[in-house]
């Protein structure tokens, strides 16, 4: 039985130890704000971060996860706690009205956090790395870039 931090709080899972990480988040733990997209790690929308750094639930097995940091769009700090660059994004998605739809955003805003985090000044190219892995069906783009050098402007 894996035992998990997520969200800064441990949790002992009766699930096995192979199964997606995706599927202990929203199955087991009710964590429903990290999206089933692709199953195949192709389009970011199940983007969490483990110890930091982006990772795709939908191909991570649970016992890679066990004694590591796991945070998703629901463990992000809200606007009056928490990193810099969490609020910075969120603030900067909200401001600008980056979502249309609103499936991959938690992904994208995942992997937003992430960059910023370890990189607070991202050029275009920075971003266009950074978020490649992140589809958008409604081509929200020049928002979500928009939005993260708005989010870097704040963090200065």
Do not use: F
């Amino acid at each position: 039985m894996p035992t998990l931090n997520i969200n800064g709080q441990n949790h002992k899972l009766d699930v096995e130890p192979d199964i997606p990480l995706l599927w202990a988040l929203r199955d087991t733990l009710q964590l429903t704000g990290t999206k089933y997209g692709c199953g195949i790690a192709a389009c970011g929308a199940c983007t969490v971060l483990l110890n930091g750094a982006p990772t795709r639930s939908c191909v991570t097995p649970v016992s890679a996860a066990v004694g590591q940091r796991v945070t998703t769009i629901e463990g992000l700090p809200t606007a009056k706690t928490g990193n810099k660059a969490a609020r910075a994004v969120q603030a900067a998605w909200e401001k600008l009205d980056v979502v249309q739809c609103g499936y991959c955003q938690s992904g994208q805003i995942m992997s937003a956090v992430a960059l910023l985090t370890s990189n607070p000044k991202p050029t275009d190219a920075d971003i266009d790395t950074a978020m490649a892995g992140n589809i958008c069906r409604c081509a929200t783009y020049h928002r979500i870039r928009a939005a993260i050098h708005d989010a870097s402007r704040t963090l200065a």
